[in-house]
C-alpha cells in the first residue's frame, strides 16, 4: 500500500533552517509528480511546492518563493524540503503528497511533521 | 484569508444532504475543471474525496458528489453518516498561482 512517511520536524528560531524528508514506498516514486502542503495549527491547508517527477520542474508559493527550495532523489524515494531564513508564519504541519503528472490534486498524503519556528 | 471561499460551517441529521460550497474566480475554480475536496478528521492527514469536479477515487462511498457551476464548486454528502462529520476542504488549480485551497468548511453531523 501507499505510504508517504514524513519527518525532520523541529523547533527552529526565526531566520534559521531546516530539511524535512518524505520516504515514500508501495508505488514507483519516479512515476508521480510530489508535492509539499502545509497547515499551520488551526488554520487551513495551504500547497508550498510541487516537483515534477523527474525533479526537472517545481513551482512554489509566492509566500515560500525564494526562501523553501523542493527537491526528491528517486534512487532512494525520497521527497526534500530545505527551508532557509524561516519565519514565524512557516510555523505549521507539513505534509507530503503524491500528485499524478498532467493532474492536480493529492491523492495520497503522509501523516505530516510539525515545524515550529519560534525563538 | 485564502483563496477560495467557503462557510466556515454545516451541518445536517442523518440520513440527511448537505452541500458545502467552494466559490472562486475564473482564474482557479472557473477555469480549469481541477476542482477537487478534501476530507480532514481531527488529528488526521486529508483524505481525497472528489477530483477533478466530480470524480470519485476508488474507495470513497457514492453519497458524495461533486459539480461546479461557473466559479462555484459544491460537495454534496447524502445519506449523512455520523462518520462524516469533519473538515472538508476544496481546492483548485490556479494556473501560475500553483494551487489554491478553501479555507474549510466544518461539517457536523446532528
Known amino acids: 500500500q501507499v505510504q508517504l512517511v514524513e519527518s525532520g520536524g523541529d523547533l527552529v528560531k526565526p531566520g534559521g533552517s531546516l530539511r524535512l524528508s518524505c520516504a515514500a514506498s508501495?508505488?514507483?516514486?519516479?512515476?508521480?509528480?510530489m508535492s509539499w502542503i502545509r497547515q499551520a495549527p488551526g488554520k487551513g491547508l495551504e500547497w508550498v511546492s510541487y516537483?515534477?517527477?523527474?525533479?526537472?520542474?517545481?513551482s512554489y508559493a509566492d509566500s515560500v518563493k525564494g526562501r523553501l527550495s523542493i527537491s526528491r532523489d528517486n534512487a532512494k524515494n525520497s521527497l526534500y524540503l530545505q527551508m532557509d531564513s524561516l519565519r514565524a508564519e512557516d510555523t505549521a504541519v507539513y505534509y507530503c503528497?503524491?500528485?499524478?503528472?498532467?493532474?492536480?490534486?493529492?491523492?495520497?498524503w503522509g501523516q505530516g511533521t510539525l515545524v515550529t519556528v519560534s525563538s | 484569508q485564502s483563496a477560495l471561499t467557503q462557510p466556515p460551517s454545516a451541518s445536517g441529521s442523518p440520513g440527511q444532504s448537505v452541500t458545502i460550497s467552494c466559490t472562486g474566480t475564473?482564474?482557479?475554480?472557473?477555469?480549469?475543471?481541477?476542482v477537487s475536496w478534501y476530507q480532514q478528521h481531527p488529528g488526521k492527514a486529508p483524505k481525497l474525496m472528489i477530483y477533478?469536479?466530480?470524480k470519485r477515487p476508488s474507495g470513497v462511498p457514492d453519497r458524495f458528489s461533486g459539480s461546479k457551476s461557473g466559479n462555484t464548486a459544491s460537495l454534496t454528502v447524502s445519506g449523512l453518516q455520523a462518520e462524516d462529520e469533519a473538515e472538508y476542504y476544496c481546492?483548485?488549480?490556479?494556473?501560475?498561482?500553483?494551487?489554491?485551497f478553501g479555507g474549510g468548511t466544518k461539517l457536523t453531523v446532528l
Open positions: 481546492s483548485s488549480y490556479a494556473g501560475r498561482n500553483g494551487v489554491v
Open positions: 503528497a503524491r500528485k499524478r503528472g498532467g493532474t492536480f490534486y493529492f491523492d495520497y
Open positions: 477533478e469536479v466530480s
Open positions: 516537483i515534477s517527477s523527474s525533479g526537472n520542474s517545481m
Open positions: 508501495g508505488f514507483t516514486f519516479s512515476d508521480y509528480s
Open positions: 475564473s482564474s482557479d475554480v472557473g477555469g480549469y475543471n481541477y
